[in-house]
């Protein structure tokens, strides 16, 4: 039985690894092999080549402004969600109030629910304030669509923290913030780590959303961007979409590398005491 679920992981391991590691691959091959589905140079492409990173730089118009875009919107939208989250993860998980269990209640079903279903209702909201196809409208309806999840995962962790412990600072005369800054944040960090990095994958992918709210080049995100390719050369360049597929697993790769040991301990803290 155990061989079975070894061969089942592995197979599963091979059926995901197997693609990402084709771009790669793929991204480093001239466009002639690319083009005859060749797995190796041949002897007339003149061996592995940076040309397919080229031309996503020099052919495709505004990549730079689209790479600047989701770069900033991802950054902007993690960190104020994982805040504004964390502290009202922190609200539902150490203090008593009128409607707290319907209101949590009420956030877990705005997790589940589909985001397709607010789509209509957040871009007639976007065009009424006048933030239709803005980065600050792109940002805001990040941020909002991300505190709930930020807010799920800091409840968990921060229910693990004995009141004791929060008693004992306001005895000692520290407010409600300088505890959150100082005892909550520094114990919460793994999680604080694990929200961060599911929020800005998932502002960093998005494309509905961006495609949906925006028409304009200087505001279109890279997800937006890359589907731009056939349309200005009225071909698939499949060498340089490659490439542009490569640049943009980039920065969510080395970030998950980077903090993959903060995302594991992260949403298993409070995994028990709910």
Known sequence: MRKLSYTILILTAVVGIVPFAWVIWASFLPAIDINAGRLWPGPDSGGFTLDNYRRVFTKMEGFGTYYLNSFTLAVLG??????????????????????????FLLFILMIMM?????????????????????????????I?????????????????????????ARIDGATIWQIYWHMMVPVGANGMAAASVLVF???????????????????????????????QWQLVD?????????LTFLPVTIAFVLLQKY????????AVKG
């Open 114 to 142: 589909p985001a397709e279903v607010t789509l209509m209702g957040v871009f007639n909201l976007l065009m009424g304030i006048g933030l239709f196809d803005t980065l600050t409208g792109l940002a805001l309806g990040y």
């Open 238 to 246: 499949a060498g340089a979409l490659f490439a542009s597929v490569m």
């Open 263 to 270: 995302v594991v301990s992260g949403l298993t803290a409070g």
């Open 78 to 103: 993690t960190f104020m969600a994982v805040m504004v989250g964390s502290m009202a993860g922190f609200a539902f998980a150490k203090f008593n109030y009128p409607g707290k269990r319907p209101l």
């Open 201 to 231: 994958l998932a502002i960093w992918n998005d494309f509905i959303f961006a495609l949906t709210m925006t028409v304009s080049e200087r505001v279109r995100t890279l997800p937006v961007g890359i589907t731009l390719l056939q349309g």
């Open 144 to 168: 909002a669509g991300h505190i709930v999840l930020t807010l799920f995962i800091m409840r968990n962790v921060f229910l693990t923290v004995p009141n004791d412990l929060i008693d004992a």
